[in-house]
């Protein structure tokens, strides 16, 4: 039987559950903890026990390389890894299943109340995982909203944003002025990338901080289903009106990037890995947070009720979050870390896209997603659907 979803009933309710983190936050709290490093091969507790694998479902571009690589070579585990490219992509994949053939997936934080609603996950033996190696505000971010029925079904592995990002030789952006609003500037028009549903949100931050559509910045419409039509019966005409801005909707990190450096996108509203990721490679890419705020998420583990290598599940989440894999993870996805120790990691070039990510007070006007109901996530596809289709 599925579980009953207890779902948010007011902004104030859905504003509590999500918690900040970010990226202060993780550099007071590095200090606390000492290297882990992992010298040499593990010795893994009763090896193998049942197949000697792990059948990860996992984001495309969250798992660079070396993180599976360096986990076989340590523990002699097998990865076997299905790639999906957005949250409804996973949710389908494990109802078409039950969760039979993975051991783990990989939800992000605001989509507690949906995979609760599945009931196909199992609860994590919390005396099995290294707790205290993750930062307390991510660690936060998964008990805070994953905790049912006395047990955690949700431990994190990278956090990151959804902003604004653009070819650095096409246009020139500034923090000061910059606003999900600038998607819609003259100058954009048939040049522009975005989600349909990402880029209705953007919309409604950006009328509520212009006090066009006030909105206690997009949280009213999770209040139910009344609040979220009368706001998104006012952003959706707008957006068809502007249809003719957007030069591609992205659905993956790989459409992301092809659509700056092959189809013509000069702006976009993207996550911030992709153009992070490019900028890295030195294309002529950014990616920075807006006046509104950039809208911040947290990727976690979760273990399937029909998981079948229980012992390699932890092995594995004993490997990521070390402070070197979570490190790596950032530093090859573009995405942040979520170990205690992993800052000290990254690369310089990580730390200064970070830095120009989030300039001056950004930080602390991140907008946080709040957990989503069901019926939210239905009327939301609704209304990008039609936003698509017109």
């Given at each position: 039987m599925k579980s009953k979803i207890v779902s948010p009933t007011g902004s104030e309710q859905t504003a509590a559950a999500a918690k900040d983190f970010t990226r202060r936050q993780l550099l007071q709290t590095t200090a606390a903890f000492g290297a882990v490093a992992a010298a040499g091969p593990w010795i893994v507790r009763d090896a193998f026990s049942s197949s000697g694998e792990i059948n990860l479902l996992v984001w495309s571009d969250e798992l660079p390389d070396p993180v599976i690589p360096e986990f076989t070579k340590k523990?002699?585990?097998?990865v076997n890894t299905t790639p999906f490219s957005q949250n409804e992509e996973q949710i389908n994949k494990l109802q078409a299943t039950g969760g039979d053939g993975f051991d783990l997936c990989q939800p992000t934080?605001?989509?507690?109340?949906?995979?609760?609603?599945l009931g196909i996950l199992a609860p994590f033996d919390t005396n099995r995982i290294s707790m205290d190696a993750l930062l307390p505000a991510m660690l936060e971010g998964s008990t805070s909203v994953w905790t049912w029925d006395g047990g955690l079904y949700h431990v994190?592995?990278?956090?990151?944003?959804?902003?604004?990002?653009?070819?650095?030789?096409?246009?020139?952006?500034?923090?000061?002025?910059?606003?999900y609003g600038s998607l819609w500037?003259?100058?954009?028009?048939g040049k522009m990338q975005g989600r349909p549903h990402s880029l209705l949100l953007g919309i409604g931050l950006w009328m509520d901080a212009t006090g066009k559509l006030p909105s206690n910045r997009m949280l009213d419409a999770f209040k139910d289903e009344e609040s979220f039509k009368r706001i998104y019966?006012?952003?959706?005409?707008?957006?068809?009106?502007?249809?003719?801005?957007v030069k591609q909707f992205w659905d993956s990190?790989?459409?992301?990037?092809?659509?700056?450096?092959?189809?013509?996108v000069v702006i976009g509203q993207t996550w911030d890995g992709p153009p992070l990721s490019l900028k890295k490679e030195g294309k002529p890419v950014s990616y920075m947070a807006p006046q509104e705020g950039a809208i911040a998420w947290i990727d976690g583990w979760a273990m399937t009720a029909a998981a079948k290598n229980v012992d390699q599940i932890y092995e594995w989440l004993k490997h990521v979050h070390t402070p070197e894999i979570s490190a790596a993870v950032a530093d090859g996805s573009g995405y942040n870390p979520v170990v205690k120790g992993?800052?000290?990691?990254?690369s310089d070039v990580a730390k200064k896209n970070f830095q120009e990510a989030y300039p001056g007070d950004a930080l602390s006007k991140l907008w946080n997603r709040p957990p989503e109901p069901s019926w939210y996530a239905d009327l939301r596809t609704q209304y990008a659907e039609k936003f698509k289709a017109a």
């Open positions: 523990t002699g585990i097998k934080r605001d989509r507690a109340p949906q995979f609760q609603e994190p592995h990278c956090w990151g944003s959804e902003a604004i990002s653009w070819r650095t030789d096409l246009t020139t952006l500034d923090y000061a002025t910059l606003s500037s003259e100058e954009y028009k019966d006012v952003i959706l005409p707008f957006a068809i009106e502007k249809k003719s801005w990190a790989d459409n992301t990037k092809s659509g700056f450096m092959e189809n013509g992993s800052d000290a990691l990254l």
